[in-house]
């Protein structure tokens, strides 16, 4: 059964910092791997999405890692701002033929001004 | 493309009854997902159709069941209300056309039960 985690649930750092958000899952028998944001109440957004055969995805000020036979993800958030303040989820999918994500419990970001 | 829609987008209802909550999908995409989240949770897959049938359940009881039609929006109906119920319900939509797209969420329906 795959479990996935993101470590820390929390954190908070000053307004132009970088952000390191961590997952790890532990079956590296993933078709892909996707990045959301929730802002407080609403629906998810989606960030990235590394297929399986990739090492990362870079959009922005957002990049992301995977490491599929350590089982880890991590998503880095360069220059943090103010308005980057949400949960951050990661999400993986099985193999092809596999219908359901598997979500993290979220990272809860806060960047203070 | 149109987005994915849901809704309504809060309601709330008393231990018991029964709710239905609709999803439309965004443009292109005939595979429909439901998801719970509870508070401070990450969500939890409920189950997947793809052409009108369901094509996939997680380790929700048959209280819990849901349809798509044609145009491949999507209900998901709740049967005798429990509190644990309340949560954001949570539709995703993809198409296996366009999988290096991922899924794509819409901004939910937050249920109360009373």
């Known amino acids: 059964k795959q479990e996935v985690t993101q470590i820390p649930a929390a954190l908070s750092v000053p307004e132009g910092e970088n952000l390191v958000l961590n997952c790890s899952f532990t079956d590296s028998a993933i078709y892909n791997l996707q990045w959301f944001r929730q802002d407080p109440g609403k629906g998810l957004t989606s960030l990235l999405l590394i297929q399986s055969s990739q090492r990362e995805q870079t959009s922005g000020r957002l990049n992301a890692s995977l490491d599929k036979s350590s089982g880890r993800s991590t998503l880095y958030i360069a220059a943090s701002q103010p308005g980057d303040s949400a949960t951050y989820l990661c999400a993986v999918r099985p193999g092809a033929a596999g219908n359901k994500l598997t979500f993290g419990g979220g990272t809860r970001v806060l960047v203070k001004p | 493309e149109t987005g994915v829609t849901q809704s309504p987008t809060h309601l709330i209802k008393t231990r018991g009854q029964q709710v239905t909550l609709r999803c439309s999908s965004q443009?292109?995409?005939?595979?429909v997902s439901w998801y719970q989240q509870a508070l401070g949770q990450g969500p939890q897959f409920i189950f997947q159709y793809y052409r009108e049938e369901e094509n996939g359940r997680g380790n929700f009881p048959p209280r819990f069941s849901g349809l798509q039609f044609p145009n491949y929006s999507s209900e998901l109906n709740v049967n005798a209300l429990e509190l644990d119920d309340s949560a954001l319900y949570l539709c995703?939509?993809?198409?296996?056309?366009?999988?290096?797209?991922?899924?794509?969420f819409g901004s939910g329906t937050r249920l109360t039960v009373v």
């Open positions: 995703a939509s993809s198409s296996p056309d366009r999988e290096s797209r991922g899924y794509t």
């Open positions: 443009s292109g995409h005939n595979t």
